[in-house]
């Protein structure tokens, strides 16, 4: 069975102390959900030393050397040494505004790999693919150049974020047909490339306008293994509902 997650993806939001605040409102009552925030990089000492049980704490972003001249990066090993245990791998936003493209996030997956560190891999198409009816050879695309190579060992256990760029920060959220279709879609291709233990033990998570008044809806499609939550994560009660939605 596919473990169920529960993200949060503060993004470049929050101050020292609202950040602080937030953490301490974070509570998993759910034994068999894994909670993770992911705060801006330079509040993950200060917010894993302030979480509580059952929550981890994330980097949004890495860089693929381990450390040297890179101005403004950080490494994994610098993250993992602030209390990051997870990192995200192609962000829409990232994709979008930092031109990070499938052979890069190809490289961010084998050096999480190379370095033992977990991560989160987003896939999704944006609007213009999605009216054109080409999402799904679109996902399928972004999934087989930068995460479908590697091997049957290291893609159980992986954890998938679907996040369809028109449902990002739109309050438009994929109905239950279109989040369904998509994720079994996915699990379908793993399947294919793998097998059916392995399709079984990749968690996959919707992404995009995932609130408190429709995380239920959606985590109860039968191929979605919980949620990527942006702005409903800012707040301590509307992100523990959406947990509690389990
Ligand atoms: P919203 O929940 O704000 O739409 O953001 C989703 C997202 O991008 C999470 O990574």
Not at 20 to 37: P, S
Not at 146 to 163: D, F, N, P
Request: hydrophobic fraction near 40%; glycine fraction near 8%; charged fraction near 20%.
């Amino acid at each position: 069975m596919a473990q169920k997650i529960v993200v949060g993806n503060w993004k470049m939001n929050l101050e020292l102390n609202e950040a602080k605040e937030l953490i301490q409102g974070i509570k998993n009552t759910q034994d068999d959900v894994r909670v993770i925030v992911f705060p801006s990089s330079v509040f993950i000492n200060a917010v894993s030393e302030g979480k509580n049980e059952g929550v981890e704490v994330g980097a949004q972003n890495f860089h693929t050397e381990p450390k040297g001249a890179f101005t403004g990066e950080l490494s994994i090993s610098q993250l993992r040494s602030s209390g990051a245990t997870v990192g995200l791998i192609g962000h829409s936003e990232r994709r979008a505004y930092f031109s990070e493209g499938n052979e890069l996030l190809k490289m961010k997956v084998d050096t999480a790999m190379a370095n033992n560190f977990d991560f989160i891999f987003c896939c999704g198409e944006p609007l213009m693919i999605r009216e054109a009816g080409k999402e799904l050879e679109f996902v399928k695309m972004q999934l087989e150049e930068s995460l479908l190579h590697l091997t049957k060992e290291q893609m159980m256990g992986k954890v998938i974020a679907y996040e369809p760029v028109w449902a990002i920060g739109t309050g438009v959220t994929a109905s239950f047909d279109q989040a369904e279709s998509m994720h079994r879609s996915i699990r379908t291709w793993i399947h294919e490339r793998y097998d059916a233990e392995t399709a079984n033990n990749v968690s996959i998570l919707y992404g995009g306008s995932c609130n408190q008044a429709n995380a239920n809806e959606l985590f109860s499609c039968p191929n979605v293994d919980g949620g990527l939550i942006g702005g409903a994560s800012l707040k301590a009660d509307s992100f523990c509902t959406i947990i509690d939605s389990y």
